[in-house]
């Protein structure tokens, strides 16, 4: 996918509502940082340090939780992917906002999609990122690529999403965030 079919194909008027979160869910914000890469557009993916106490080793967005000293939920996914990867804030330019989700670690999150200009040079923070990697958008967009199932937790049923690549399987908040991209993208 190029940078001008994403364009075209994403609305970025009018996001999506926000899941029904709780009160008590602590705000949050991610980067989906899509730059051009040798297999067009690619997305910008961390696997997070095995050290961590919350879902060590995990594929994940450059994110976190929100600071009093974030002037918005955009500047923390920016400040935070500053943090874990080393991204400039000022090579990203905002493409748009997903709706945002509630997380089993108790989260609102809100994603961000912000186009990353130029060739990076990320610097990992290894006390939160083991590994960077980038996978092409037009892979991760594709449906056909995304397993739904559906499990019982806490007597709840939930639909957890799995996208296979090259061996790492990519799932939880990070698919399901992608998983809805991909459903806005293809409408």
């Known amino acids: ?4 079919q994403l364009l075209t194909r994403f609305n ?3 996001p999506l509502p926000d899941a029904v979160l709780p009160a008590q869910a602590r705000p949050a914000a991610v980067l989906l940082p899509l730059l051009e890469g040798e297999r067009g557009l690619e997305l910008v993916l961390t696997r997070r340090s095995r050290q961590l106490r919350q879902h060590p080793g995990q594929v994940s967005f450059p994110g976190g939780r929100v600071d009093d000293t974030d002037a918005s939920l955009w500047h923390t996914a920016l400040r935070e992917s500053r943090e874990e990867i080393g ?3 000022a090579l990203c330019r905002p493409l748009g906002r997903l709706p ?3 997380t089993v670690s108790g989260f609102a999150l809100t994603p961000f999609i912000g186009l990353v200009e130029g060739r990076p040079h990320f610097v990992l923070n290894p006390q939160e990122v083991d590994e960077v990697f980038q996978v092409p958008l037009a892979y991760v967009l594709d449906l056909r690529r995304h397993h739904l199932f559906t ?3 806490r007597g709840r049923l939930h639909t957890v999403c799995f996208i296979p690549w090259q061996g790492i399987w990519i799932w939880g908040i990070t698919a399901a965030v992608i998983h809805q991209f991909a ?3 293809a409408r």
């Open 151 to 153: 499990l019982r937790r």
């Open 183 to 185: 459903l806005q993208i």
């Open 1 to 4: 996918m190029t940078r001008e």
């Open 12 to 14: 970025l008027l009018q």
């Open 100 to 102: 945002s989700q509630y």
């Open 87 to 89: 991204l400039d804030p």
